[in-house]
Nanobody
Framework: QVQLVESGGGLVQAGGSLRLSCAAS????????MGWFRQAPGKEREFVAA????????YYGDSVKGRFTISRDNAKNTVYLQMNSLKPEDTAVYFC?????????????????WGQGTQVTVSS
């Protein structure tokens, strides 16, 4: 397993941008597909984005397509989530996750390692 630590959350106005980072420990980071999920108060955790081990394949949830971009830097053991055109409904705790699969997946159960989460709040 890898250990994951998210950062970059905060308070932003609607229409603004934030970039989340997820730093991973462990020498096997580059073998893992990575993902971002989010959970709003009173709601189930929701898939946001995923990226394969090379960074060449990405998947996005319908609610964030065209606004969010997932990327990774294997040399830095870090995955990023660039969030643009933020909306109040994007307010949630955002979690970084790693799967032992090399290909991206949207299924929460495929991810075996999770970070502690970072809060993103978008004001209207």
């Amino acid at each position: 397993q890898v250990q994951l630590v998210e950062s970059g959350g905060g308070l932003v106005q609607a229409g603004g941008s934030l970039r989340l980072s997820c730093a991973a420990s462990g020498r096997t980071f580059s073998r893992h597909a990575m993902g971002w999920f989010r959970q709003a108060p009173g709601k189930e955790r929701e898939f946001v984005a995923a990226i394969n081990w090379t960074g060449g394949r990405t998947y996005y949830g319908d609610s964030v397509k065209g606004r969010f971009t997932i990327s990774r830097d294997n040399a830095k053991n870090t995955v990023y989530l660039q969030m643009n055109s933020l909306k109040p409904e994007d307010t949630a705790v955002y979690f970084c996750a790693a799967t032992s699969l090399g290909v991206p997946t949207t299924t929460e159960a495929d991810f075996g390692s999770w970070g502690q989460g970072t809060q993103v709040t978008v004001s209207s």
